[in-house]
């Protein structure tokens, strides 16, 4: 499986990104789908998770109500819509493939793409 994240950019406090996520593979299907990130000098902190089927999601306490997970399985993508967006929320935004969307530690990811940077200005 390999992953790519993209569509980070520079947005001020308030204002909205989405982010996409290309999933290559034929496993797609068989894999949930997380969002992680990492701000400088912290620890990589799960952000987001979708189950295999779209119908299960898991958020974050500090993203719930702002932040929306889905997935369009024809095309083999992941979405991370997020609204309201605060400056501690500027990161690097990883995506990653696992066996179950309930998994939070990054240690049960063994599939990452390269990060795409959110940065919230005040």
């Known amino acids: 499986v390999q992953l790519q994240a993209s569509g980070g950019g520079m947005v001020q406090a308030g204002g909205s990104l989405k982010l996409s996520c290309n999933v290559s593979?034929?496993?797609?299907?068989?894999?949930?789908i997380s969002w992680f990130r990492q701000a400088p000098g912290k620890e990589r902190e799960f952000v987001a998770s979708?189950?295999?089927?779209?119908?299960?999601?898991y958020y974050t306490d500090s993203v719930k109500g702002r932040f929306t997970i889905s997935r369009d399985n024809a095309k083999n993508m992941v979405y991370l819509q997020m609204d309201s967006l605060k400056p501690e929320d500027t990161a690097i935004y990883y995506c990653?493939?696992?066996?179950?969307?309930?998994?939070?530690?990054?240690?049960?990811?063994?599939?990452w793409g390269r990060g795409t940077q959110v940065t919230v200005s005040s």
């Open positions: 990653a493939a696992s066996t179950s969307y309930l998994y939070t530690s990054r240690l049960a990811y063994p599939y």
């Open positions: 593979g034929r496993t797609f299907n068989n894999n949930a």
């Open positions: 979708i189950s295999r089927s779209g119908s299960n999601s």
